[in-house]
C-alpha cells in the first residue's frame, strides 16, 4: 500500500524525484487495475505473523496495566493504558509500521481517554452498576447528569483521536473519531430533552448516513484505491453501516420478537436496496452488517410457510446461494450498476472492471 507520506519524504531526501514519483503512484495504480483493482476491497491489516504476535504481546502489557492501576483507582489504569498505547505507538506505529498492532493500541488509547473523561466528568458514580443504569431518554436527573458526563468523556475521545492521527496517521483513527463525534451527538441530545426510543433511533440513523457521507469523501479521493485514503473509507463504512442498518430494521419491527410478515419481506426489500448501493460503491460493509437481520427475515418467512424443522436450513441455502452467486458474479453486475448511474455520480465511484 503506498502511503503519501512515504513518497513525499522518498522525494525529499533525494531517493526519488517527483517525475519518478508520480510515475510510480500511475505504475501503482495500473497495476492494481489489472491484478485486484477496485473491486478486490484490499486493505492493510497485516504485514506478517509477527503483527499477531506483537498484538497479543501488547494486549496482554496492557491489560495488566489496566488491571493493576485499576486497583488503585479506576481513573488509574484507564491512564497507564493510554500513556502505554501512545509510547508503544511511536515505535510499533510510526518506526515499525505494523498494521494489526497499530490499530490495537489506537483503539487502546482512544479508549483509556474516553475512560478517563469518564472518571473526570463523573458519567459513572461510585456504584459500578451505574453506567449500565444510565439509559437514553427516561428524563430523570441523574441519567441527563450522566449523559453530560458521557458526552464530555466523548469529546475528550474525539480530541484524542484527533491527536493520534495528526501523529501517526492510522487509517482507522478517523472512524474512531466519527463514532466518538456521534456518541457526543447522541449524549447531547438525551442530556437535553426527553427522547423515545424510536426517535433515538433516527438520530442514531442520521448520525450512521453522516458517517457514511464521509467515507463517501474519503473514498472520492482514491477512486483506483492505492493510498492510505481507501482504508480511511473503509473503516468508516465499516462504522457506518450498523448505525445505518439497525434503525432502519428497528424501525421497520423486525425487532418486536416475532415480526410479521409484512415486517420481513419489507426487510428482504430493503437488503436488496443495500445490495445495489453496496455494489454501486464497491463497499461490502453494508451487505455484512445487514446479514444477521435479513437471515432472522427470512427465517420468519419460512417457519411462517409451516417449515419450522427446516426453517434454518433453507435459510442459510436461500442466503448463501446469494451471496455466492453475487461473489462471483461482483465485478459484472457492478458494472451494469455503474452504466445505469449519471456521469456526475459515477465519476465520484471506483471505477467498475
Do not use: C
Request: no cysteine.
Amino acid at each position: 500500500m503506498i502511503e503519501q507520506r512515504d513518497l513525499d519524504a522518498a522525494v525529499g531526501a533525494g531517493v526519488i524525484d517527483t517525475v519518478t514519483a508520480t510515475r510510480l503512484v500511475d505504475f501503482t495504480r495500473n497495476f492494481r487495475r489489472g491484478v485486484a483493482g477496485p473491486d478486490e476491497e484490499s486493505f492493510r491489516l497485516l504485514t506478517g505473523f509477527n503483527d499477531i504476535f506483537v498484538t497479543i504481546a501488547v494486549g496482554l502489557l496492557l491489560f495488566a496495566l489496566g488491571a493493576l492501576g485499576g486497583k488503585v483507582a479506576p481513573a488509574l489504569g484507564a491512564v497507564l493504558v493510554a500513556a502505554a498505547s501512545w509510547g508503544l505507538a511511536e515505535y510499533f506505529t510510526r518506526t515499525r509500521r505494523m498494521a494489526l498492532p497499530s490499530i490495537e493500541l489506537l483503539l487502546a488509547f482512544v479508549g483509556g481517554v474516553f475512560f478517563i473523561g469518564v472518571a473526570l466528568f463523573g458519567a459513572v458514580s461510585d456504584n459500578p452498576h451505574a453506567l449500565a443504569q444510565v439509559g437514553f431518554g427516561n428524563g430523570t436527573r441523574d441519567t441527563r447528569t450522566g449523559m453530560l458526563g458521557f458526552a464530555g468523556a466523548a469529546a475528550i475521545a474525539a480530541l484524542a483521536a484527533f491527536a493520534h492521527w495528526r501523529r501517526f496517521h492510522v487509517p482507522i483513527t478517523v472512524a474512531a473519531g466519527a463514532a466518538a463525534l456521534a456518541g457526543l451527538a447522541l449524549a447531547l441530545v438525551s442530556a437535553v430533552a426527553i427522547v423515545a426510543p424510536n426517535v433515538l433511533l433516527v438520530f442514531v440513523l442520521i448520525a450512521g448516513l453522516a458517517i457514511f457521507a464521509l467515507a463517501m469523501s474519503f473514498d472520492a479521493r482514491d477512486r483506483v484505491r492505492v493510498t492510505r485514503w481507501s482504508d480511511v473509507a473503509f473503516w468508516l463504512h465499516l462504522l457506518a453501516a450498523p448505525m445505518i442498518v439497525h434503525p432502519v430494521f428497528a424501525l421497520a419491527g423486525l425487532l418486536n420478537g416475532s415480526p410479521a410478515p409484512g415486517a420481513a419481506v419489507a426487510v428482504i426489500v430493503v437488503y436488496a436496496a443495500l445490495t445495489v448501493v453496496a455494489l454501486a460503491i464497491d463497499r461490502r460493509a453494508l451487505l455484512v452488517s445487514a446479514l444477521a437481520y435479513v437471515i432472522y427475515a427470512i427465517q420468519a418467512l419460512v417457519t411462517a410457510g409451516g417449515a419450522l424443522d427446516m426453517s434454518l436450513a433453507l435459510t442459510a441455502l436461500v442466503i448463501g446461494g446469494f451471496l455466492v452467486l453475487l461473489s462471483a458474479a461482483w465485478r459484472p453486475i457492478r458494472a451494469r450498476i455503474i452504466a445505469l448511474l449519471p456521469g456526475s455520480v459515477t465519476l465520484r465511484l471506483p471505477e467498475a472492471a
